[in-house]
């Protein structure tokens, strides 16, 4: 109903106490301030100032729309302040993703840097996998997501793009008493007739059954657990052996030990996944990201 130049006109009119130190204040002219307080007046249905020897002051009316127009323009002016943070990406908020294993070294490093940087922004983390983690930017509900093409690959989304951040090599776990967990390298042939703990994907073939492939067998007998935790506890336990990604490794518990598979050894890799137009925010963690990266992980 009312222009905010209107509000402002008739806050500074009442702070002053006069239309000639408003016009003066505002750089307008008197006989400017005079007509558009008067057509504010028309539009309010009655007077808002009383006008004195000496100036003015506000009537009840007046008293009423002051308050309110005090309140808009505070709120405008704290909108313009968070508008200008999430622009300058020093605010606002920012609505990170990440797959299980990217949450145990490579994003807390980069967030940590982030929020010792830019203590203003809110982060908001959440888990999931790529192909949901990849729609989800693409609705506009995360704003920064790192995926990785393990272990059913990566989709492409319309409006999200990605950039490779790290080739990160499989490794596979044994319990301790295995009886090849102690030569630190293993040949994937050797475990040709283990239980393999593993997801299991309708997607594309699963990156085990395409390593086992190469190797020259299939895998005979495949459990699937979802979760990390569960894959540790039961290799732990003896029940399987399963694949680990480098970036896993330190959560990896003392009953397993960690063998490389050498020249059959199979890779993964980690992107940063971006939607069309990133905030500056999600920019400058996607640079903390690149920085956090292990060195011996590149590729």
């Not at 042939?189 to 067998?217: H, I, K, N, Y």
Request: contains cysteine; hydrophobic residues 50%; charged residues 20%.
């Amino acid at each position: 109903m009312f222009g905010i130049d209107v509000l402002r006109l008739l806050v500074t009119v009442a702070d002053t106490g006069s239309f000639t130190r408003a016009a003066a204040r505002l750089d307008y002219t008197q006989s400017a301030v005079s007509r558009r307080i008067a057509a504010l007046e028309k539009q309010a249905g009655g007077p808002l100032f009383e006008r004195l020897a000496r100036g003015v002051r506000l009537t009840p009316a007046g008293q009423a729309l002051h308050r309110h127009a005090v309140e808009v323009l505070a709120q405008l002016a704290s909108a313009e302040h968070e508008m200008a943070a999430i622009h300058a990406g020093l605010g606002g908020r920012l609505r990170v993703g990440a797959f299980a294993t990217a949450n145990i070294s490579l994003v807390p490093a980069a967030l940590r840097a982030f929020v010792r940087s830019r203590p203003d922004v809110e982060v908001v983390a959440a888990e999931g996998r790529s192909g949901e983690l990849m729609r989800r930017l693409a609705e506009g509900a995360l704003d920064l997501a790192v995926v990785s093409d393990y272990p059913s690959g990566l989709p492409s989304v319309d409006a999200v793009t990605t950039e490779m951040l790290l080739e990160d090599e499989l490794f596979v776990v044994l319990p301790r008493d295995h009886r090849l967990a102690g030569s630190g390298m293993v040949d994937l042939r050797e475990l040709r007739d283990e239980t393999w703990l593993q997801d299991v994907s309708v997607d594309r073939p699963m990156m085990l059954a395409e390593v086992c492939d190469r190797a020259g067998f299939t895998p005979k007998r495949i459990t699937r657990i979802a979760e990390w935790t569960g894959k540790f506890g039961y290799a732990a336990a003896g029940l399987g052996v399963a694949l680990v990604p480098s970036l896993a490794t330190r959560a990896v518990p003392a009953e397993l030990a960690v063998c490389r598979l050498g020249g059959l050894a199979p890779s993964r890799t980690v992107h940063v996944a971006l939607p069309a137009t990133p905030l500056p925010a999600a920019l400058a963690l996607r640079d903390l990201l690149q920085e956090a990266v292990p060195r011996d992980a590149l590729g």
